[in-house]
């Protein structure tokens, strides 16, 4: 089944403990991107990218990682959180992220509260 | 950057009942999505319509690109449509960002 997994789907850490929340697709998906999703301000891109080795900082980029060293794989990584990065966390993928793009499919979420 | 308006912010029903749900967007876009938020939190994909009419099932909807809108339809409402459904646009620029509208929660009542 063609799908955006995402571990884990729920975390609740406390403040300056080191953690990564994997996303893996299975599509070969060249474009893949994080979300984070906070009341009153809805969705908001955190880190975008366009394939293997390429990334770029989106809206709220702060406090956050990423790495992309295989196509299927792109893990968000938090090396000190605080408790405003509490939030639903969205990865996403599309086959592409240039010209005119393509649908983009979402992972089911990851919930983290941060202590 | 682009902007993007989502009416009503919310909506209830009863089980059976028909609704619109509008999208307006401030520039011309590449990309429009439609998704349904379900109550776990998930984003459920619906349509990918930068233009023109889509139907799967009980739902349909409608881009007018020139004119900077788009249109959910539903169709005897059932409870499990019940959630928050959003608008999303891609506009220019190289990043395939998703802008997001800040939803219509729908509820269907019994």
């Known amino acids: 089944e063609a799908q955006v997994t995402q571990n884990p789907r729920y975390l609740i850490t406390v403040t300056g403990k080191k953690l990564t929340v994997t996303c893996s697709q299975n599509?070969?998906?060249?474009?893949m991107s994080w979300y984070r999703q906070d009341p009153g301000l809805g969705l908001r891109q955190i880190y975008y990218s366009m394939n293997v080795e390429v990334t770029d900082k989106g809206d709220v980029p702060e406090g956050y990682k990423v790495s992309r060293k295989e196509k299927r794989n792109f893990p968000l990584i938090l090396e000190s959180p605080s408790p405003n990065q509490t939030s639903l966390y969205f990865c996403?993928?599309?086959?592409?992220?240039?010209?005119?793009?393509?649908?983009?499919?979402f992972g089911p979420g990851t919930r983290l509260t941060v202590l | 950057g682009i902007q993007v308006e989502q009416s009503p912010p919310d909506l209830i029903l009863q089980e059976g009942a028909n609704s619109t749900l509008r999208c307006n967007f401030s520039d011309s876009v590449n990309n429009l999505q439609w998704f349904h938020q379900n109550p776990w939190g998930q984003l459920i994909n619906l349509f990918y319509?930068?233009?023109g009419t889509k139907q799967n099932g009980r739902l349909s909807a409608t881009t007018v690109a020139t004119e900077r809108y788009s249109l959910l339809y539903i169709s005897s409402s059932q409870t499990t449509d019940s959630g928050v459904y959003f608008c999303?646009?891609?506009?220019?620029?190289?990043?395939?960002?998703?802008?997001f509208g800040k939803g219509t929660l729908l509820t269907v009542n019994p």
């Open positions: 996403a993928s599309s086959p592409t992220g240039r010209g005119l793009g393509a649908p983009q499919y």
């Open positions: 599509m070969n998906h060249e474009y």
């Open positions: 319509i930068p233009s």
């Open positions: 999303a646009v891609k506009g220019g620029g190289s990043n395939y960002k998703l802008t």
